[in-house]
C-alpha cells in the first residue's frame, strides 16, 4: 500500500500513553457502525432520527454506539428541545476519518479489475 508522506507529523517521538490512547481511538474506529456515524457527523451535528437513516443501523444500535462514542470524548451532545443533537469533537477527529476513508478509496482504486 503507497501512502505519502504526513504534512503534519508528530513533532516527536510518542510516549507510551499517546501509543495506548491512539490504539484505543483507532479501536473505536475499527467498527463500520460508529466510522459511519462519526462519518454522518463531519458535515453537520445531528440527532439520533438522523444518525440512524445516515448509517442504516436499528435505533437501539445507533443510540449505544453514540453512547460509546460520547463516553469516549469523541461526539458532543446539546439538548434542543426533547431531541439530543451530536457532533464532532474536534476537527481533528474530522480530519482523521476523511484520511481513513481516502486511504480506503485508494485500496479499491488500487485493485485490479475484475473479470
Known amino acids: 500500500m503507497h501512502l505519502s508522506p504526513a504534512h503534519d507529523a508528530h ?7 499517546q501509543f ?14 460508529r466510522l459511519a456515524l ?6 453537520e451535528e445531528a440527532d439520533v ?6 448509517c442504516g443501523a436499528a435505533r ?3 443510540s449505544q454506539h453514540l453512547a460509546r462514542l460520547r ?5 458532543n451532545t446539546r439538548k434542543e428541545g426533547r431531541r439530543v443533537i451530536y457532533s464532532l469533537h474536534d476537527g481533528h477527529l474530522r480530519r482523521l476519518v476523511e ?3 481516502k486511504v480506503a478509496d485508494h485500496r479499491i482504486g488500487d485493485r485490479p479489475p475484475h473479470d
Open 11 to 17: 513533532p516527536r517521538t510518542p510516549g507510551e500513553e
Open 99 to 101: 484520511e481513513a476513508l
Open 20 to 33: 495506548a490512547l491512539a490504539a484505543e481511538l483507532l479501536a473505536l474506529l475499527g467498527d463500520r457502525t
Open 38 to 43: 462519526l462519518h454522518a457527523l463531519t458535515g
Open 71 to 75: 463516553l469516549a470524548g469523541l461526539v
Open 60 to 62: 437501539p444500535a445507533v
Open 49 to 54: 432520527s438522523t444518525l440512524t437513516q445516515a
